[in-house]
């Protein structure tokens, strides 16, 4: 099972799809949770966040605003990449090669779909699962410097309005 | 010892059509294996039922004794290589060597094995299709495997390619390794196996070692004038022997008495303009081994 996760990782790891969707993922989020906020503010014509104020939309506060708003289309690109790892195969004819060194096809599958999980694990974790907490509507000197402030001014589902 | 494969009864149906009908199958330790047969006849068919890559309608399956779902010691060139272009083949080895379970060690033997060394580190997407089907044959080895079961593996290689391909197999065949290799080609599995399977329409329509293919070439005699030419012939070969066809006569005996022939038609006054021994062609020798029964 091991070995089959680490032929997985290496198939997407050195993947250029895998690279483009994380390239994706960061203009996306980039796009999102500041440019178009800021658009918003510049503006001043009332846009979704134009209550935020400039402070939280400084280089500062980049990171924990990117994160704050990948939820919004990480489960879409997480599904892209799962089509492309498991339809790469098919696409490929790679099924059969993969299949003649081990028939166990259950291990096989499921290696595949644990070395997924992992690869999308990094990226999920730090943001989902915080967006969905009450305690992060206030400032929390628990969440650090960097994210502390994006967590209050996102609300979920008001991004994908603008 | 168990034979390396042994099918029994197999068949498998698509719907209305059979694509393979009840074939029976024994391929003994040590032998190179022919699996021979025009495209549709059901070769790869048989060979995906045989990796366990698609489930018999009926029938059964053993290799090594074994039933289906392991295949350790079993390497597989199947409908032509298949791997991830954007990897090297050097990673596509290291890929299927983790697939395998086998140590990264032996990538390197493999690749020297096909002699594939030198571009190992290029991009597959950029290999041409000799390269890529060596690199599948390197794939089939990395388990340093008992049964190679090689599906076409001189399929759209130049001469070159395919010499080498021969070479590649002959000295599987020669280190003790079972092989199994379909193909169209009458000549390459004259030269490569010991024991040769006829299959044509899913059945399995002839078996015989590969020296009584060889042993029924024929003569062509192109001569003047040509019905004296095959009264002489039929005198001294026997009527059976002697086909008109083409302006030509096809003599049924082994080259070996091409001389003889010569000398009793000259002898007779007759111009011999052509005499030369010919290999059967796949037809003429489907019409051979199956008694004209083919079914198409």
Known sequence: ?162 | MTAPVEARRLTKRYGTLTAVDGLDLRVRAGEVYGFLGPNGAGKTTTLRMLLGLIRPTSGEVRLFGRPPGRLDGVGALIEGPAFYPYLSGRDNLRVMARHAGVPPGRIAAVLDQVELTDRAADRYAAYSLGMKQRLGVAAALLKDPRLVVLDEPTNGLDPAGMADMRLLVRRLGAAGCTVLLSSHLMTEVQELCDRVGVIANGRLVAESTAAELRGDRTLRLVATPLDAAAARARALLGADAVRVTDGGLDLAVPPARAAEVNAALVGAGIAVSELRAEERSLEQAFFALTGGKTDD
Not at chain 1, 5 to 30: G, H, M, N, Y
Not at chain 1, 85 to 100: I, P
């Open chain 1, 1 to 162: 099972m091991t070995d089959h996760i680490r032929a997985e990782s290496l198939k997407l790891v050195r993947r250029p799809a895998t690279w483009a969707l994380l390239a994706i993922a960061l203009c996306l989020s980039v796009t999102f949770t500041y440019l178009i906020p800021y658009a918003g503010y510049a503006g001043g014509t009332g846009g979704p966040r134009a209550d935020r104020g400039l402070d939280a939309l400084l280089p500062g506060q980049l990171v924990g605003n990117s994160i704050g708003g990948l939820p919004v289309f990480l489960g879409s690109l997480m599904l892209i990449l799962g089509v492309l790892a498991a339809g790469g195969e098919y696409a490929w004819g790679t099924w059969k090669t993969v299949l003649t060194q081990d028939p166990a096809r259950l291990r096989v599958y499921a290696a595949k779909l644990v070395t997924i999980c992992l690869a999308a694990l990094p990226v999920s974790s730090p943001s989902s699962p915080p967006a969905r907490r009450p305690a992060c509507s206030s400032p929390s000197p628990r969440t650090g410097r960097s994210t502390g402030p994006a967590w209050p001014t996102w609300r979920p589902g008001s991004a994908p309005a603008g």
